[in-house]
């Protein structure tokens, strides 16, 4: 791996004798690693190793091809680089109280620590995911859909779009677009793109995004700023500025010595020499609390479309689960939207301030008498555990998420769940003669599969 020579010369100079160990890293394969879907439970993998700082995280030995896991489409676990994963231990010192929280993930696609968060949140949180690059939303989506918490939701928007919203989060995490260099055995692209003018740009767009998230955060908050980079223009100088001009305080996490993480003193360093991870930076934040706690704005009633009338409400029951206070809407597709009751009124905030947002979970929608439910729904946690479901073994699952029409001699006709392992996939109808695969185009399997 050749390194650019101002890139070395950087690191030699903040890491003085162990720039070696280091460059050897850099040379070493990076480890896999996973996080389990605790509202998709399956087993931990037999062979994998426990990662300290997330109790619900594994390294793998070897990378296994994970489009060929009916899991992973499933969205029972994500695929996620070990540092970063850190951040559900700093979201467990900086929020020890089960109360409801409003979180920001401002820079989410494509929503690796959405779905961390999602799996932390308190009953009755909201979380919204936000993409600003209008082409890397659908992976955001597609992510929080597999994912299929209902009070996790998405937007398309700017980060100065959410200027109304001043002190409305109580956990805002800016996971800045930087330099990568935390990323370079992973992506060597991102090593070639790599020179001290890009440092500086990321530094001045790291500073634009922090001057509009630090206002979003109430008082008593948290912001939590992360890069996946080293140096200090990235990491210090950002901290820094958010503790001089923006009322932040810097919060110290008890970090045990054996996990080699390094205290710099305004935040915490992950080195790929140190610890089995890639390169990553986290500072949290709390916003000192002089000011009163509460929001000010009035709410109108939300604007999210028709009721659902009494009937087709009662349809419904039989596709969502019973135990959940939803509220269904009818929006202008004629899709039906449904939403956690107590999140009316955040919601009714959020969609006034931010018209590209994505506000609740797509069911289906009615065709005549038909009900023809969506994809999200199926891979939903609203779901109906009444459904029936085809249980499908490996070879006729990956054929289904290859949409391939399967044959399945002993299915009942109608509308069915293709699963795996107990785990949904998406929807199939069956009928007399043949079976339809309802999975979106989009979220088909590309590759051939090889023959076991
Ligand atoms: N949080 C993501 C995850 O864990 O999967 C990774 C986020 S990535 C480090 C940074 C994100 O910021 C990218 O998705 C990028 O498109 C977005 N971004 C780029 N320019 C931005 C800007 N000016 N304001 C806000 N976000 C920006």
């Known amino acids: 791996m050749t390194i650019p020579a101002d890139f070395a010369q950087q690191m030699e100079a903040q890491l003085g004798a162990e720039w070696p160990a280091f460059q050897a890293a850099l040379d070493s394969p990076a480890p896999v690693s996973i996080r389990l879907n605790t509202a998709k439970p399956i087993h931990p993998p037999a062979d994998g190793e426990a990662i300290p700082w997330h109790r619900n995280a594994y390294y793998l030995p070897k990378r296994p091809i994970f489009t060929l896991d009916p899991l992973f489409h499933a969205g029972c676990y994500y695929v996620q680089e070990a540092s970063s994963m850190f951040i559900a231990e700093a979201f467990r010192q900086c929020f020890p109280e089960e109360r409801p929280l409003r979180v920001l993930d401002l820079c989410a696609a494509p929503g690796g620590k959405t779905t961390l968060l999602a799996s932390l949140l308190p009953p009755k949180s909201l979380l919204l995911a936000n993409e600003v690059i209008k082409t890397r939303y659908p992976i955001l989506r597609q992510n929080v859909i597999k994912w299929g918490q209902a009070e996790v939701y998405t937007s398309q928007h700017d980060p100065a779009d959410f200027a109304a919203l001043e002190g409305w989060f109580d956990l805002v995490l800016v996971d800045a677009p930087c330099s990568g260099e935390g990323l370079f055995r992973k992506d060597p692209q991102a090593m070639s793109e790599w020179s001290r003018s890009n440092v500086q740009l990321c530094h001045r767009r790291q500073q634009r995004i922090l001057k509009t998230a630090a206002p979003l955060v109430r008082p008593g908050g948290v912001l939590m700023y992360s890069t996946c980079t080293y140096n200090t223009a990235e990491n210090r100088d950002n901290v820094k500025s958010l503790t001089q001009d923006d009322a932040f305080t810097l919060t110290p996490l008890s970090v045990p010595k054996d996990w080699g993480i390094v205290d710099t003193g305004w935040g915490y360093q992950f080195y790929p020499h ?179």
Request: hydrophobic share 35%.
């Open 274 to 452: 140190r610890l089995r991870g890639e390169g990553f930076f986290l500072a949290c934040l709390r916003k000192e609390s002089s000011e009163s706690a509460s929001f000010s704005r009035k709410t109108k009633p939300a604007n999210l479309g028709q009721r659902v009338p009494r009937k087709q409400k009662e349809q419904l029951q039989a596709w969502i689960r019973a135990d959940l206070p939803l509220q269904c809407f009818q929006n202008d597709r004629g899709h039906i939207i449904a939403v956690l009751e107590h999140q009316l009124e955040d919601l009714a905030i959020l969609t006034t301030t931010l018209p590209r947002m994505h506000w609740g979970k797509p069911l289906g929608e009615f065709k005549r008498q038909d009900f023809i439910p969506r994809h999200e729904l199926a891979l939903s946690t609203l779901l109906s555990p009444q459904i029936e479901r085809l249980a499908l073994d490996h070879t006729t699952a990956l054929q289904y998420l290859k949409r391939e029409n399967i044959q399945w001699p002993t299915a009942h006709p109608g509308w069915q769940l293709a699963s795996y392992e107990g785990h949904t996939l998406g929807w199939l109808k069956v009928l007399p003669r043949r079976i339809n695969n309802y999975l979106p185009k989009m979220w088909r399997i590309r590759m051939d599969i090889p023959s076991r």
